[in-house]
């Protein structure tokens, strides 16, 4: 029986009072006692070697407390990737050395090269202005093609060339894939640009460094998804401070979708200069700084191929994919490409033979990292695209082409030719769903009421699978991951009987605490509101691995149930002991305690009030205190699906494109708090409407970043996006989590940019224009109304 | 300088520079740090407030130039027993927020809006919220929840 706040309510967020009354506790909002100000100076090009530093002048500005340069770093160590990927001869790839100030040369537009600390933050941002660099500048290396084919020059000179692996999934499907190529009856060949986006999370970045001389302890304030993967790579990898000196803290965060995973050098510097003045050290990053240090995302040039036969079943897909890196290699920007793209191009389909082959190019360009959905969206907007035009080429309806290589529901588990195991899944049941929502029979009716008002319209599909809560850490570590991929918590029950939950993952708006209490209500039959959830703070927390991926529920929320089962079984113990009965005859249920076939029973309270005052415990066999972690280790990922349909309308005038539509059929297997979900869903949607129609960022030849603010990098505002139409009714349990849970954060930015992009195509198709076969994103009015005009 | 204005009811003070904007002010003068700031060229909206009743996005508005004024914060904006007001409310029941960030400029606009036009359409909230920018909703959830707190009947908008 769902308990108040049980599974499957749409309980209202417990986290949402302190946002809406001004007192979320963002790391900006912190001030701690005699804290100073640090402002980064940053290179205005984008290659360039560093001849000296000039700081003299900066030191004697008013209220300079520090002037750092990488010069102050050259003994700690660099930032490192998480993921070492091999090459397709077996070479371990090039792994270029990120120091936490650049040192020698500067590599993008952004590369911090010195920071000043200051009694303020203006007074910091004057001295910057003060600070004398002599930089030669050197050519830049922008264009990914170009960057892949320059041994000359090079980003990182310690290395022969710019390539940083070439890549091949699986290179033992190669032969194969080129044979059934070569005898099939039809190839359809499709090159697209998945464009580089900024995530922009709304919270800038932000780290404040406390040293504590007294001690010796660190303390690092920072907008973190993952504070114990930031203390992990800061202790071992670049500062040297032992991990049980060093915590982490992050408080209420401002949004992340990934760009807030990593470790970034801002949080190390402000940590040296701590100790270096003694003082707290403060560093907030403006939005102008953030489209220059923070990862972006996305970022590949592919040829896809799609080999049919004339009834458009599938025979084998091919892909080589350019993807740029960025100057530096950041912490997961390696598995994005590989692991996270490569292993999804089956999608939901029963191709037999696929190969990917991608190649990594270190550019003059800000670093790249997993950006919602990382690779997923890749793969699926490269195989949605190829599919609508390998059904136009066929005169196949998308509908059809799709339904009939989908993989049976009766197939599960599934073995994709990439190498994953699909535990279970229903396609058609997903696009029987959306079919039914998109009023599919009204279609013709609403473009012809369009074409009265001299408007194309078009619908357009796309089907998305995805791979959540990356894992299991004994696979990825032979796969060349450099960390764990499990999550951990604790339950602690206090002696009055409510709950500490102390959990690994950390919201960056999903709203864990609502949702992770939910959880806990229900298993142990206590009121949600008893239960509390702690996160967020290393000093406090199991070590556990944060939030991305779409984890939380499926990786951290089971490591939530296995350390419930942990309590109950020791409140059995507990309650034998109190009812005078053998531990084998005891239940729970419901909250409470009982010897089965009696009305003998403790509630939970009692048995946690026991627990905490053991008078006439049996101590040799009974331990006081009622507190359990658990540690969870997936046996494989979460298979997500679903279905995405966009309806658009285009003025052919302007070129101009309206989602007038949008309607999403989801299975992320059983659903916790179906509101958040739609909520993910209706956010995810937005970020893919927003990659296919608004945003890119854009360099020019020499590597200035011409969308450096929210005056020239366009979002999604609220008058750009429809009401969106969201089903998760179709649901095929996850087979190996307690929860059966898959996740959700992710779906719609992976399913949604080549729905919108085939619904475009549709509409210029319809109106005549067939010879346009594909537009890139983002398809902006200036590229829609080019392609119309030829 | 000294600068005073009337901060949600209250008269308060802080030493400040010329270059002080209003957003630094409120942040860090008087530690009101419930208004956000997202952005350094007046678009996101997470900043703003209601300056006379108006709403002003504190990261543009030097501090001097609002003395003697009245301004109302997120953090004025609760019912005076400290329960959420009917469009603070709105927000929660009809989970406008996610990260949180965005939040204090978002109600704040909706508040102005709704002062304006009590009954506005969708297409006037959509229009009205272009200030504004949230990475997390999709604006679905917050465009419902400002309907709502109109009383007009939200479950117009497409179901979730």
Redesign the interface.
């Known amino acids: 029986m769902p308990k108040d706040g049980g599974i499957g309510e749409s309980t209202?967020?417990r986290?949402?009072?302190?946002?809406?009354?001004?007192?979320?506790?963002?790391t900006?909002?912190i001030?701690l006692r005699g804290q100073a100000h640090a402002c980064f100076l940053r290179s205005e090009v984008a290659h360039g070697r560093i001849n000296g530093i000039d700081t003299s002048a900066a030191e004697e500005m008013p209220g300079v407390l520090c002037v750092l340069t990488g010069a102050d770093f050259t003994e700690v160590g660099g930032n490192p990737t998480g993921w070492l990927v091999q090459s397709r001869d077996g070479a371990t790839m090039k792994e270029p050395k990120r120091p936490v100030l650049a040192h020698g040369k500067v590599r993008h537009v952004g590369d911090a090269y010195a920071m000043v600390v200051a009694e303020t933050y203006?007074q910091a941002k004057d001295a910057c202005e003060a600070i004398v660099a002599d930089i030669t500048e050197l050519p830049a290396l922008v264009d990914l093609a170009a960057a892949a084919a320059d041994t000359a020059n090079r980003v990182h000179e310690e290395f022969d060339n710019n390539v940083v692996f070439d890549w091949g999934w699986i290179e033992e499907n190669r032969a194969a894939v080129d044979a059934a190529f070569a005898s099939a009856p039809h190839v359809t060949t499709l090159e697209l640009v998945n464009n580089r986006l900024s995530p922009?999370?709304?919270?800038?970045r932000a780290s404040i460094g406390d040293f504590d001389s007294g001690t010796g302890d660190y303390k690092l304030y920072t907008t973190s998804q993952n504070p114990h993967l930031t203390r992990l790579l800061i202790s071992a990898f670049v500062m040297g401070i032992p991990e049980n000196k060093l915590t982490v803290i992050a408080p209420?965060?401002?949004?992340g979708?990934g760009s807030k995973i990593y470790h970034y050098g801002e949080e190390a510097a402000v940590l040296a200069a701590s100790k270096k003045i003694n003082r707290p050290v403060k560093w907030v990053c403006?939005?102008?700084e953030a489209f220059l240090s923070d990862a972006h995302g996305r970022d590949h040039v592919t040829k896809i191929e799609l080999a049919t036969d004339k009834e458009g079943n599938f025979l084998a897909v091919r892909t080589e994919t350019l993807a740029n890196m960025g100057a530096y290699l950041s912490n997961f920007a390696t598995c994005t490409p590989t692991f996270l793209h490569g292993t999804l191009m089956a999608g939901p389909y029963k191709t037999p033979h696929v190969y990917v082959n991608v190649k990594a190019v270190i550019t003059n360009t800000v670093p790249v990292d997993a950006y919602r959905g990382a690779g997923r969206p890749e793969a699926t907007y490269s195989l949605e695209r190829v599919i609508d035009k390998a059904a136009d080429e066929l005169g196949i309806d998308p509908w059809e082409i799709r339904r009939k290589n989908f993989i049976d529901p009766g197939a599960f588990p599934y073995t994709t030719p990439v190498g994953l195991v699909y535990d279970t899944g229903n396609y058609h049941a997903t696009m029987d769903k959306l079919r039914e929502m998109s009023d599919v029979a009204g279609f013709e009716a609403r473009a012809e009421e369009s074409r009265k008002r001299g408007k194309l319209r078009g619908f357009g599909l796309s089907t998305w699978i995805e791979a959540c809560g990356i894992a299991p850490s004994n696979l990825v570590g032979v796969l060349g991951c450099r960390v764990g991929l499990y999550d951990a918590a604790t339950i602690r029950v206090n002696a009055t009987g409510n709950i500490s939950v102390l959990v690994g993952a950390h919201s960056?708006?999903?709203?864990h605490e609502t949702v992770f209490a939910q959880l806990i209500a229900e298993k142990l039959g206590v009121d949600a509101k008893s239960v509390e959830i702690v996160h967020g703070d290393t000093s406090k927390i199991p070590f556990g691995m944060g939030t991305y991926g779409s984890r939380s529920l499926a990786v951290c929320g089971s490591a939530m149930m296995k350390a419930a089962d942990k309590i109950i079984d020791k409140g059995k113990k507990i309650a034998a002991h109190m009812l005078e009965a053998a531990e084998g005859d005891i239940e729970f249920n419901d909250g409470s305690f009982s010897v089965a076939g009696t009305d003998r029973q403790k509630s939970f309270a009692e048995i946690a009030f026991s627990a905490y005052v053991p008078h006439n415990y049996p101590l040799e066999t009974l331990e006081p205190g009622l507190e359990e972690t658990a540690f969870y280790d997936p046996a494989n990922f979460t298979y997500p699906a679903g279905a995405y349909g966009c309806e658009v309308e285009v003025d052919p005038e302007t070129g101009g494109v309206d989602i007038v539509r949008f309607t999403c059929a989801d299975d992320f297997g059983n659903v916790i708090n179906?509101?958040?979900v739609?909520?993910q869903v209706?956010?995810?949607?937005?970020?893919g409407i927003g990659q296919a129609l608004l945003e890119g960022v854009v360099y020019n030849e020499d590597g200035q970043l011409l969308t450096g603010?929210?005056?020239d990098y366009a979002?999604?505002?609220?008058?750009d996006?429809p009401?969106?139409?969201?089903d998760h009714s179709c649901v095929t349990p996850c087979t190996h989590n307690p929860l059966g849970a898959k996740g959700c954060g992710e779906a719609?930015a992976i399913g949604t940019p080549p729905a919108v992009v085939n619904a475009v195509i549709d509409a210029l198709h319809r109106a005549g224009h067939s010879h346009i076969t594909h537009i890139d994103m983002p398809l902006t009015p200036s590229r829609v109304w080019s392609a119309i005009n030829g | 300088m000294k600068v005073t204005m009337t901060v949600n009811g209250k008269s308060m003070s802080a030493e400040t520079e010329g270059r002080t904007l209003l957003s630094s002010f409120l942040r860090e003068g008087l530690g009101l740090t419930g208004t956000h700031v997202g952005c350094d060229t007046t678009q996101c909206g997470a900043c703003t407030v209601h300056v006379d009743g108006e709403p002003v996005k504190s990261c543009t508005v030097l501090a001097q130039d609002v003395a003697g004024k009245s301004v109302t914060t997120i953090e004025g904006m609760a019912n005076k027993d400290g329960s959420l007001s009917v469009l603070q409310q709105a927000f929660q029941t009809h989970h406008g927020l996610q990260c949180g960030f965005c939040t204090p400029g978002m109600v704040m606009a909706s508040a102005a809006l709704l002062n304006e036009n009590p009954h506005p359409t969708e297409e006037e909230v959509r229009h009205y919220l272009k200030g504004n920018i949230c990475r997390c909703t999709g604006y679905h959830n917050i465009v419902k929840a400002v309907l709502a707190a109109s009383g007009a009947d939200s479950q117009k908008l497409a179901a979730e």
């Open positions: 209202l967020r986290e949402d009072i302190r946002f809406l009354t001004g007192k979320g506790r963002y900006a909002d001030s203006e922009n999370a709304m919270e800038p209420d965060v401002g949004g979708f403006d939005r102008s960056h708006g999903q709203g179906p509101m958040i739609a909520g209706h956010g995810g949607v937005a970020q603010s929210y005056m979002m999604p505002r609220a008058d996006l009401n969106i139409d969201v719609g």
